[in-house]
């Protein structure tokens, strides 16, 4: 099984150069923007947030890692995406699953 995972994680895998793809980091989105006000937060509260989620939850670093391997990719891959979209698209009041 985990063979096959990883198998299929390697065919799915689209290289691409290394490094920041962008020459300046693009401009936060309106409707992120505007969520972020209207729940009266910012994007700096917002991160401290699901940090502070991800350092105290073991059992979700568990998981994050156990993920991580069936995929064959680094932990903070998985890490970085709860990240944004936690601090950009959504709130962390939620319990991250």
Request: charged share 20%; proline share 4%.
């Amino acid at each position: 099984m985990t063979l096959a995972a990883t198998l299929f994680a390697a065919d799915a895998a689209t290289l691409v150069p290394a490094g920041n793809r962008n020459a300046e980091q693009p401009d936060i989105p309106g409707a992120s923007s505007r969520r972020t006000q209207a729940t009266n937060t910012t994007f700096q509260a917002k991160y401290r947030k699901v940090y502070a989620l991800l350092q105290n939850d073991a059992d979700l670093r568990a998981k994050i890692k156990k993920a991580a391997s069936a995929y064959g990719i680094d932990p903070l891959h998985i890490v970085g995406a709860i990240v944004g979209e936690h601090t950009y698209n959504v709130d962390a009041y939620d319990r991250l699953q």
